[in-house]
C-alpha cells in the first residue's frame, strides 16, 4: 500500500515535469493552435527572461493593449504596443494567428488589430516568437533565420528604440521607422510627439511637435550626431549610421552583457538615454535632449549662434549683425544679416568657428571623397556656397559637406562640437584681423611703471610698435616662439630687424580699469558688454578659458546681480537680503537687469583740464550725482 502511494506521488509529479516543460516550450512560441488571452493573464516570454509580451491595461484605465516590457528589471517598463490607437475596450480580447497573420480579436470576435501580411509563398506552418533582444516576430516554423521572418515588431516602432532596432527608412520594405510617443505617461495612444528623418543630402533626426520642429539631432559626423555630445559614460554604446540605396537607418548595441539601455522619447518631447542601474535599482538618464534654450530649433534664427554660457544666449557669426538694429540678439530673436554682401570674385573668405553643432542640412551639398581644402576651394566657386565643414570628424577630418543657403540652428559647446567654416566678405575678413586685441593691446617689452599724478593710477610705459613688426619678429606668433603661458598671457620670444631680442606678452593690462574709448566707466563698460552678451568678456580671459561652464555660470549670475544693485529707481534694486539669497542660491530666479542709473564720463588722459565728460549712449547724463535717502 505504501510503494503503491509513493508510486502515485512520483507519477503526479512526472505529470507536473510535463506541463512544465510544455508550458517552458510554450513560454517564447506562439502556434496557430494556441491562443493568448486576457483572461487567462498568460504572457509570451523571451528565453533568457528578458523580455515579456501580453495584455496589460495602464493605471486607472479600463482600456487593454498588447504591449512588450522589460521582464528581467522589476519595474515595469514598456517598449512596444501593438494596438495603441486601437485598444480594447473590455477585458475579454484574444490574440491568434490567423491566415498567416498576428490578429487582436475583441469580445464580439472582431479584429482590432493585425500584422496585415499580404501575399508571399508560407508552405509550413507560421510561428509567433518573442525573441532576447525585444523582437516580436512572426516566421516560417521550419526557418529560425532572419529571412524567414513575415513580419516583425521592430519594423512598427512606438516610442522606444531598443539595442540592435533601426530608426529611419526601409526603401525595400517601404517602411519608416521612427518614434512616436505616448500621449500622457498612462496613454500608450499616439501622442504630439514624434521622431522624423530627412534623407535627402546630409541625413538628420528632428523631434517634432505636431509638425513644429523642436530639436534637431544634426548629421551623422562618423561616430555621432552633431548635436549629441560624446561621453564616456556611454562607452557601451556602439553607434551606428547606414546611408544606401536599400535604407537610412540608424541603430546601436550594447556591447556588454547585462546592460540595458533604451533610447525613448516621452510624452513631452523629451529624446533620452536611458540605462538601468542595478544597484540603484532605476533607470538613470545618461542623456536628453532638448536640455536647454540652445537645444530648441533656431533659437537665435539666421545666422545667429547659440551659446548657453553667454547671456544672451543668441549671437551673431563674424561678418553679421543683428536684424532690425537690434542693440543685442534675445532668445527666440530673428536672426542675423550680413555686415558686407559676397562678392564671389574670389576675394570671399571664410571664418573659422570651433566646437559647434553644424547648421540645419536642408540646403547642403555633401561630397565624402575631397578633404577640407578642396571644399573651400569649391565653395568659393559657388556663389550660392555660405559654409563648409568635414562631414566625419574622425582621424583628423574627411569629407566636405557645403551649405546653399541661409545658417540655421547652430549652437556653440564648450566641449565636443567640430570646426564649421563660414563665408564672409573679404571687408569684414580684414576686420576679424584686425580685432587680434590680444595683438594689439599687449606689447610688454622692456617697461617702466610710472603713477599718474592726477589720479595715483599705475600705468606701463610701452614702446609704440606696428603689429606687423612684432608678427614677422615672432614668426606670424608661431608656437615654436612660445617660451610659456602665465596670469598675464602667453610669452613669445622674438627678434627684430636691428638684432634687439625683445619678449612679448600677448595679454590685458589688469592694473585699474581701461578702455580704448575713454568716455566710458567701468559701470557703462560692465552694462555695454552685458547688453552685446559679452558679460564675460570683463573677467580676465584666463580665469573663463580654465574654468568650468558652471563657474561661468556664476560669474554672469553675479554680473546681473551687481547690475541690479545700481538700478536708477530705488525700487528696483534688490535689498542686501535679498542679495544675500540670490549669491546664496542658484535657483533663485533673478530679473534682467534695466540700465544703470548713471554713468559718469572717465576724463581722456589726453585731454586738457578743462574739457567736458560725456556719458556713453547707453546710459542717462549726470554732471553731478547727489546720495538721497529713498524708503524703500
Known amino acids: 500500500m505504501m510503494r503503491s502511494v509513493q508510486n502515485y506521488h512520483h507519477s503526479y509529479i512526472f505529470i507536473i515535469l510535463i506541463l512544465f516543460l ?43 493593449y498588447l504591449g ?14 501593438a494596438n495603441r490607437d486601437n485598444p480594447l475596450s473590455s477585458s475579454n480580447g484574444t490574440l491568434k494567428i490567423s491566415g498567416n497573420n498576428l490578429v487582436i480579436f475583441d469580445q464580439s470576435d472582431g479584429p482590432v488589430w493585425s500584422t496585415n501580411i499580404t501575399g508571399g509563398d508560407v508552405r509550413s506552418p507560421v ?9 516580436f516576430v512572426l516566421r516560417d516554423s521550419k526557418n529560425n533565420d532572419t529571412s524567414g521572418f513575415l513580419w516583425q515588431s521592430f519594423d512598427f516602432p512606438t516610442d522606444t528604440l531598443l539595442s540592435e532596432m533601426k530608426l529611419g527608412w526601409d526603401n525595400k520594405t517601404g517602411y519608416s521607422k521612427l518614434l512616436r510617443s505616448w500621449k500622457t505617461t498612462d496613454d500608450p495612444s499616439s501622442g504630439d510627439f514624434s521622431i522624423k528623418l530627412r534623407t535627402s543630402g546630409f541625413p538628420e ?24 555630445p560624446g561621453t ?35 510624452s513631452t518631447g523629451l529624446l533620452q538615454r536611458l540605462t538601468w542601474m542595478e544597484a540603484a535599482q532605476s533607470w538613470k538618464q545618461l542623456w536628453y535632449s532638448p536640455k536647454d534654450l540652445c537645444d530648441n530649433y533656431k533659437e537665435c534664427g539666421n545666422y545667429g549662434y547659440c551659446d548657453a554660457n553667454s547671456s544672451p544666449v543668441c549671437n551673431c557669426i563674424k561678418g553679421f549683425e543683428p536684424m ?22 574670389g576675394r570671399d573668405g571664410f571664418v573659422r568657428l570651433k566646437k559647434m553643432r553644424l547648421p540645419d542640412t536642408t540646403t547642403t551639398i555633401v561630397d565624402k571623397g575631397i578633404g577640407l581644402k578642396e571644399c573651400e576651394e569649391r565653395c568659393l566657386k559657388d556663389c550660392n556656397c555660405t559654409a563648409f565643414a568635414n562631414t566625419d570628424i574622425r582621424n583628423g577630418g574627411s569629407g566636405c559637406v557645403i551649405w546653399t543657403g541661409e545658417l540655421l540652428d547652430i549652437r556653440n559647446y564648450a566641449q565636443g562640437g567640430q570646426d564649421l567654416y563660414v563665408r564672409i566678405a573679404a571687408a569684414d575678413l580684414v576686420d576679424q584681423v584686425r580685432s587680434q586685441d590680444s595683438l594689439m593691446n599687449e606689447v610688454v617689452i622692456s617697461s617702466r611703471i610710472y603713477k599718474s599724478k592726477e589720479n595715483k593710477t ?46 612679448i606678452i600677448s595679454g590685458k593690462r589688469n592694473k585699474g580699469f581701461y578702455n580704448s574709448n575713454h568716455d566710458l566707466n567701468l559701470l557703462s563698460f560692465v552694462w555695454r558688454h552685458w547688453t552685446e552678451g559679452k558679460g564675460l568678456e570683463i573677467v580676465d580671459r584666463i580665469n573663463i578659458d580654465s574654468s568650468s561652464s558652471t563657474f561661468r555660470t556664476q560669474i554672469l549670475r553675479c554680473i546681473q546681480i551687481g547690475l541690479l544693485c545700481v538700478q536708477e529707481r530705488a525700487e528696483d534694486r534688490p535689498e542686501m ?37 560725456q556719458c556713453d549712449d547707453e546710459c542717462s547724463v549726470n554732471q553731478i550725482t547727489l546720495s538721497v535717502i529713498d524708503a524703500r
Not at 557601451?236 to 540595458?260: D, G, W
Not at 610698435?465 to 603661458?485: C, H, I, R, V, Y
Not at 540670490?582 to 540700465?595: F, V
Open 22 to 64: 510544455a508550458f517552458s516550450v510554450f513560454a517564447n512560441t506562439f502556434s496557430a493552435t494556441e491562443s493568448l488571452t486576457i483572461s487567462s493573464n498568460k504572457t509570451i516570454i523571451s528565453p533568457n527572461q528578458i523580455f515579456e509580451l501580453g495584455f496589460f491595461n495602464p493605471a486607472s484605465s479600463s482600456r487593454w
Open 68 to 81: 512588450i516590457w522589460f521582464k528581467i528589471i522589476p519595474i515595469r517598463t514598456y517598449v512596444w504596443v
Open 127 to 135: 510561428v509567433a516568437e518573442l525573441l532576447d533582444n525585444g523582437n
Open 205 to 228: 533626426f528632428y523631434v517634432c511637435n505636431r509638425e513644429s520642429i523642436t530639436y534637431r539631432s544634426g548629421p551623422w559626423i562618423g561616430n555621432r550626431f552633431s548635436s549629441v
Open 232 to 266: 564616456k559614460a556611454l562607452d557601451y554604446i556602439v553607434n551606428n549610421f547606414t546611408m544606401s540605396n536599400q535604407e537610412v537607418a540608424y541603430t546601436y548595441r550594447v556591447n556588454k552583457t547585462n546592460i540595458y539601455s533604451i533610447l525613448s522619447l516621452s
Open 324 to 345: 532690425n538694429d537690434q542693440v543685442a540678439l534675445r532668445d527666440d530673436s530673428v536672426g542675423c544679416v550680413r555686415k558686407t554682401n559676397l562678392s564671389c570674385d
Open 458 to 503: 599705475e600705468y606701463l610705459e610701452l614702446p609704440m610698435m606696428e603689429l606687423k613688426a612684432l608678427a614677422m619678429a615672432t614668426n606670424n606668433f608661431s608656437n615654436d616662439n612660445k617660451l610659456g603661458q602665465g596670469g598675464f598671457g602667453i610669452v613669445y620670444k622674438g627678434r627684430l630687424l636691428d638684432g634687439k631680442d625683445i619678449a
Open 577 to 613: 537680503s535679498s542679495v544675500m539669497v540670490m549669491l546664496g542660491s542658484e535657483t533663485t530666479a533673478i530679473t534682467q537687469p534695466k540700465r544703470p542709473g548713471f554713468c559718469i564720463g572717465k576724463r581722456p588722459l589726453e585731454a586738457d583740464s578743462s574739457s567736458s565728460t
